[in-house]
């Protein structure tokens, strides 16, 4: 069983910068692809990017490409969601997935674990 926390979401204004993490305790989480995804008032969860477990590769969703970095830290099992440039339209509480066999995908399905969220509120 794998527990996740995610924190440093919070109130920032347009063109402002936070940094999530993710915590996770419980498993391998050097073996683990990680994913993060969001969910807006009324709309469902999408994906926002993917850091694998060999190599660190990152992919992005096209909507926050450029702006947002997910970079990890095995020594720490964390895993981290830079965010620069927000705007009003990142407004969502944001999650962070485990994908046991060692990647990520855009397909939240595939996710085994997930944390409980963090409010990214952004205003104009």
């Known amino acids: 069983q794998v527990q996740l926390v995610e924190s440093g979401g919070g109130l920032v204004q347009a063109r402002g910068s936070l940094r999530l993490s993710c915590a996770a305790s419980?498993?391998?989480?050097?073996?683990?692809?990680m994913g993060w995804f969001r969910q807006a008032p009324g709309k469902e969860r999408e994906f926002v990017g993917g850091?694998?477990?060999?190599?660190?590769?990152?992919f992005y969703a096209d909507s926050v490409k450029g702006r947002f970095t997910i970079s990890r830290d095995n020594a720490k099992n964390t895993v981290y969601l830079r965010m620069n440039s927000l705007k009003p339209e990142d407004t969502a509480v944001y999650y962070c997935?485990?994908?046991?066999?060692?990647?990520?995908?855009?397909?939240?399905?595939?996710?085994?674990?997930w944390g409980q969220g963090t409010q990214v509120t952004v205003s104009s």
């Open positions: 997935a485990v994908h046991h066999r060692g990647w990520a995908t855009t397909n939240q399905n595939e996710y085994d674990y």
């Open positions: 419980g498993g391998t989480f050097s073996g683990y692809g």
């Open positions: 850091i694998s477990r060999i190599g660190g590769s990152t």
